[in-house]
């Protein structure tokens, strides 16, 4: 194992010349859906974590400031150094992981796992660590508690139904058509204009009063527990690695490009850290907003589709500029609708992480009761389930292991 460095920067002066000279309409429109696929249900997670954990709103409008800025400028770090459609966002799975863990925690704890988090990916990208972790945790297991950590959000869609059937049953008809019918944007963000509007004609929004104001960021001091090392920190670590960092980097690869492994990994390490004290929990690249920016539809040259990724960026830094009105427009909406568009928002990656788990023939049983242990929600020694998924996973696939 030797210590590694970021690969070398591929002309930068002249990737930042040329952005603007590339934007063009295919650009734009394939970065603003590589932004929308970000904030539409994903933002909602985040709001979900810091509200359950009972947090104020100034430390849950630095969060979104933390976590939309330091991805928009690791988006833009990318793809000025590397030119290549490099997505910088926050560990969409590890918010959702955080809905459920996050309130046995206060802010200082919760900033000192989300700083463990960002050293240890920081050192899994100096160290070359990357590959090794791979292949010692089959894919298999992390998906299958991924998956158990996100199915309750797509039941929760469902079991709304009766208290909000007009409500939620608009959102799932407009998901549905927006798959069938729209092309180029998420379903989910027809699913939030139609809850939108059924709740603003049914008078449905809480009176709580939105706020058009600028992000003002609070700089939290760590504090460090063993509980939330095992609970938070090491779970958010190996969910950005497996569940974005690494099919990320296999999206890219897919589509011709030759991604800089150890720069995404250390720049994802040390935007953790930095953006940490701000309550972020953790950069990574995004893996479905990099499918988009990576695709024929972004540019017909693939050298140039790195532009479309510096629209995402741009995007990603004017929502966090602008996550204290995210935030207080989110505390408005009806429950129903904010549990819809998560669980529909997340509705592609939980039937992704279902087929990569229990649909694969190799390991399926361990990752069977990898996903089942995730859902429990139940914790051992003050250790959270998520954790406890992996571990037991991965005794099951030692035990079961034929050798074949």
């Not at 800025?69 to 770090?77: A, E």
């Not at 050293?119 to 089959?138: C, H, K, N």
Request: hydrophobic fraction near 55%; charged fraction near 10%.
């Amino acid at each position: 194992m030797w210590l590694k460095s970021p690969e070398p920067p591929r002309a930068a002066r002249r990737n930042l010349r040329d952005s603007a000279r590339h934007m063009n309409a295919s650009t734009l429109g394939a970065g603003s859906v590589a932004t929308l696929l970000g904030i539409t249900g994903p933002a909602l997670l985040v709001y979900q974590a810091g509200s359950n954990a009972g947090y104020p709103e100034a430390v849950i409008d630095s969060w979104f400031f933390a976590i939309f800025v330091g991805g928009g400028i690791l988006s833009l770090l990318l793809a000025f150094l590397y030119r290549e459609p490099v997505c910088g966002a926050y560990p969409i799975a590890g918010s959702a992981l955080l809905v459920t863990t996050l309130s046995g925690y206060g802010v200082s704890e919760a900033v000192g796992a989300f700083l463990i988090s960002g050293v240890l990916v920081a050192v899994i990208g100096f160290s070359g660590l990357f590959g090794m972790i791979m292949a010692r945790v089959p894919n298999e297991v992390v998906m299958g508690a991924l998956a158990g950590i996100l199915i309750d959000f797509g039941i929760q869609v469902f079991a709304s139904l009766p208290s909000a059937p007009l409500l939620v049953g608009s959102m799932v008809v407009a998901y549905l058509l927006g798959t069938r019918f729209v092309g180029g944007i998420p379903p989910a963000v027809p699913a939030l204009a139609a809850g939108l509007a059924v709740a603003g004609l049914g008078g449905q929004f809480g009176s709580g009063e939105v706020q058009l104001s600028l992000t003002q960021p609070v700089l939290v001091a760590p504090a460090f527990d063993l509980s939330a090392l095992f609970s938070i920190a090491i779970p958010l670590t190996l969910l950005a690695i497996a569940t974005q960092n690494a099919p990320g980097v296999g999206i890219l690869r897919a589509n011709g490009y030759e991604p800089p492994v150890n720069a995404i990994t250390i720049f994802s390490g040390i935007g953790s850290i930095l953006t940490a004290p701000l309550v972020g929990n953790g950069l990574n690249i995004a893996a479905p907003m990099t499918a988009v920016c990576a695709g024929p539809e972004s540019h017909r040259e693939p050298e140039n589709r790195y532009v479309a990724t510096v629209v995402q960026g741009l995007g990603f830094v004017l929502f966090g500029l602008l996550g204290a009105t995210a935030a207080s427009l989110i505390q408005v909406m009806p429950p129903a609708l904010v549990a819809g568009v998560a669980g529909l928002a997340l509705l592609p990656v939980i039937l992704q992480s279902l087929r990569l788990s229990v649909g694969e023939s190799r390991h399926s049983l361990a990752a069977g009761i990898s996903l089942l242990v995730a859902a429990s929600d139940a914790s051992l020694l003050g250790i959270d389930s998520a954790f406890w998924a992996i571990v037991v996973g991965m005794v099951l696939v030692w035990m079961l292991d034929t050798g074949d």
